[in-house]
């Protein structure tokens, strides 16, 4: 009993393991959009959090100077706003146009020939 239930976990657990198809190219774009998006949003936490620690800081300032204590603030970058999410996708390219290094010239004969590159004698 014990051996068939190990035996059946292990089926299973293999069969869960098998190798997912590839990717089409539209779940790919939206894997891309979804990573932009994320990015996004995690600059967007980032700004907020800082206008948070900012207005914090704004707070302490004014209460310490109430109370008439010299308290310098420190300098710290401005905090910098996102701005809405915007997306484009890559626009796929041919090799030729995606900048691949090819001579200036026409080709006048291909690439691979069956004549060796040097003829020369075999050590």
């Known amino acids: 009993m014990r051996h068939t239930a190990l035996l059946a976990l292990v089926f299973v657990v293999g069969s869960a393991s098998a190798k997912l198809p590839a990717l089409s190219d539209e779940a790919k774009a939206k894997a891309a959009e ?40 420190t300098p710290t970058p401005p905090c910098s706003d996102p701005g809405a999410f915007s997306y484009a996708p890559p626009e796929s390219k041919p090799i030729e146009a995606a900048g691949a290094h090819s001579p200036p010239q026409t080709a006048a004969t291909p690439p691979s020939t069956t004549q060796p590159a040097a003829a020369g004698t075999k050590p």
């Open 34 to 73: 979804t990573t932009a998006r994320t990015a996004w949003s995690d600059k967007v936490a980032a700004y907020q959090l800082c206008q948070a620690m900012d207005r914090v800081a704004a707070g302490y300032l004014a209460h310490a100077r109430a109370e008439g204590k010299a308290v310098q603030p």
